[in-house]
């Protein structure tokens, strides 16, 4: 396959593994790049920018592939010392980085001058104009159906994706709800030149979670999942468990939420802790998408890549034929 996101990123195939909390490590990265997608490890995985050059050190011995780093800035009380972060990246020797959340601009000249390829997630027309405009390669629109944060607009990708591509000329990945060669057909229809997944990458063997997390995708339909945090204008989709449910009870009270009341139920040990290292599945909230409707099997990443390849072939084979009535 060559499209401008291969050429881009150097890689094989246009399937990028987008960033994931205590899921995006350097054996999920290294297992993605090594199937010939792209991996990304995700920096705030990591406490100390110290760790995350470790774990960037540690995904080179495990592949000789390209692999990135993602860095999300989300509203926290305490940030990270993302500056930190971003020299132990450029220290690693990444070349692609893809940021998320808020607006990269005050990185991109440290990323520029370090030939560091910039991937933006943008859930709006408005935020990739912006990211084109700052100087980013490539933007990653994640459409309504997306795990984690889909933003407030509520625009699905059937549409966003074509919207998106009529108005910015870099390359796009379709990201949010897809987990089959169909659906990248489908994608590549609608203006992008490759794919981003989350959740069907989390029910793979190499993604480092208890195996009740990839069964639960396995066996869950895509109405398993819920938005959280709406009324804090930071929606997040999530598995549709025990305590997603009791932070939308608190959410469906009168008044403004305050987050206090519902830290204690969201705090990141729980989703990380009980759910994923220990497999309980309404341990915590943990981020799903919509897509798990679709997800069957937890395959090795190089068996899904090549699956879904010759499925993207076989579903644009069989769309032309369809359109030419032969
Ligand atoms: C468990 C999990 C954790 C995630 N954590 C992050 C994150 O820290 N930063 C980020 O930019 N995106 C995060 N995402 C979103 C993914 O990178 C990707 O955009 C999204 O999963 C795409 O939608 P899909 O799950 O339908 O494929 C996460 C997704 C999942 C499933």
Redesign the pocket.
């Known amino acids: 396959m060559k499209t401008r996101i291969t050429e881009l990123l150097g890689i094989e195939y246009p399937i990028v593994q ?4 205590w ?1 995006g490590t350097a054996d999920l990265a290294a297992a993605v790049s090594n199937a010939g997608g792209l991996g990304i490890i ?1 920096a ?1 995985n990591h406490p100390t920018p110290e760790e995350l050059s470790k774990e960037i050190a540690r995904c080179r011995q495990m592949t000789t592939k390209p692999f990135g780093v ?1 860095v ?1 800035v989300l509203p926290a009380i305490k940030p990270p010392p993302y500056e930190e972060y971003l020299k132990a990246i450029i220290a690693g020797g990444v070349k692609i980085v893809e940021t ?1 959340g808020r607006n990269p601009q005050p990185f991109m000249s440290a990323f520029k001058q370090a030939g560091i390829k910039v991937i933006h ?1 943008c859930t709006s027309v408005r935020h990739a104009l912006k990211a084109e405009s700052i100087g980013c390669e490539a933007v990653s629109v ?1 459409g309504f ?4 944060h889909p933003g407030e607009d509520d625009v699905t990708n059937l549409v966003l994706l074509p919207a998106v591509a009529a108005r910015v000329s870099i390359p796009i990945l379709a ?4 987990g089959n060669g169909y659906q990248m057909a489908a994608a590549f229809a609608l203006g992008a030149e490759g794919i ?5 990458f ?1 029910a793979t063997q190499e993604a480092p979670v208890h195996e009740n997390v990839k069964q639960a995708l396995v066996d869950a339909d895509e109405r398993q999942t819920t938005l959280i945090f709406r009324t804090l204008n930071n929606t997040a989709r999530v598995f549709n468990n025990k305590i997603a449910e009791q932070v939308l009870s608190i959410e469906a009270q009168p008044g403004d939420t305050n987050f206090a009341d519902i830290q204690p139920l969201v705090a990141g040990t729980r989703g990380r802790k009980a759910v994923l290292e220990e497999g309980d599945i309404n341990g915590g909230v ?6 798990m409707g679709l997800i069957n099997d937890i395959p090795t990443c190089e068996v899904l890549l090549k699956r879904i390849v010759a499925e993207a072939r076989e579903a644009a084979e069989k769309s032309v034929s369809l359109l030419r009535g032969s």
């Open positions: 987008g960033g994931m909390m899921v995700t705030l993602n999300t998320a997630k994640d159906e997306c795990a984690g990201s949010g709800g897809i981003n997944m989350g959740t069907r989390v943990w981020a799903a998408g919509m897509v």
